[in-house]
T-cell receptor, first 110, second 115 residues
Framework: GNSVTQMEGPVTLSEEAFLTINCTYT??????LFWYVQYPGEGLQLLLK?????DKGSNKGFEATYRKETTSFHLEKGSVQVSDSAVYFC?????????FGTGTSLTVIP | DAMVIQNPRYQVTQFGKPVTLSCSQT?????MYWYQQKSSQAPKLLFH???????NEADTPDNFQSRRPNTSFCFLDIRSPGLGDAAMYLC??????????????FGAGTRLSVL
């Protein structure tokens, strides 16, 4: 079946540190992959997406590359800010289904 | 500018007292979704509408119902809320079905408390 596994948190980083949140997936066919972000008290917002192998999604300094050979879609940012503190969800869509990972909480301290 | 609007943001109800949560959208999207999200967990899909076609997830309890009177509005009805139904409820929309990378747009959510 289809599923998403992402790195457990919480993750705490100092401002300007490098961020990686790991995400791997299991899917039949050719899924699309997403990262959503949820700021405290808010709904989910799309951060970036990739729809085919080797695509790189990027937004607000965040990047993730769709790696079919390793079934991964790791989220990276070179220099995090306090305002990046949120919960990050990796997700995939396949067929007409959408699957979320369990979320990784990130706290960035000044 | 809000595209998916959920009201109210916070809802308190009593054990067993029916409650309705509402969602409206200005995107004119065909598909509307309801998710339940409990603390520190991923959102769990309850059901979705593709236009007027209702699609229930197999493990969604009968206690949860939904109505979509028109393209813009969708309601979540909880007929007899239990303590375990306290959660954040998220509404989302997408232009079309999810195949092909269609994006879901989420509302800010309604946090439901059950006393």
């Amino acid at each position: 079946g289809n599923s998403v596994t992402q790195m457990e948190g919480p993750v705490t980083l100092s401002e300007e540190a490098f961020l990686t949140i790991n995400c791997t997936y299991t899917a039949t066919g050719y899924p699309s992959l997403f990262w959503y972000v949820q700021y405290p008290g808010e709904g989910l917002q799309l951060l970036l997406k990739a729809t085919k192998a080797d695509d790189k999604g990027s937004n607000k300094g965040f990047e993730a590359t769709y790696r079919k050979e390793t079934t991964s879609f790791h989220l990276e940012k070179g220099s995090v800010q306090v305002s990046d503190s949120a919960v990050y969800f990796c997700a995939l869509s396949a067929g007409n289904q959408f699957y979320f990972g369990t979320g990784t909480s990130l706290t960035v301290i000044p | 500018d809000a595209m998916v609007i959920q009201n109210p943001r916070y809802q308190v109800t009593q054990f067993g007292k029916p409650v309705t949560l509402s969602c409206s959208q200005t995107l004119n999207h065909n598909v509307m979704y309801w998710y339940q999200q409990k603390s520190s967990q991923a959102p769990k899909l309850l059901f979705h509408y593709y236009d007027k076609d209702f699609n229930n997830e197999a493990d969604t309890p009968d206690n949860f119902q939904s109505r979509r009177p028109n393209t813009s509005f969708c309601f979540l009805d909880i007929r007899s809320p239990g303590l375990g139904d306290a959660a954040m409820y998220l509404c989302a929309t997408s232009r079309a079905r999810l195949a092909g990378g269609n994006i879901q747009y989420f509302g800010a959510g309604t946090r439901l408390s059950v006393l």
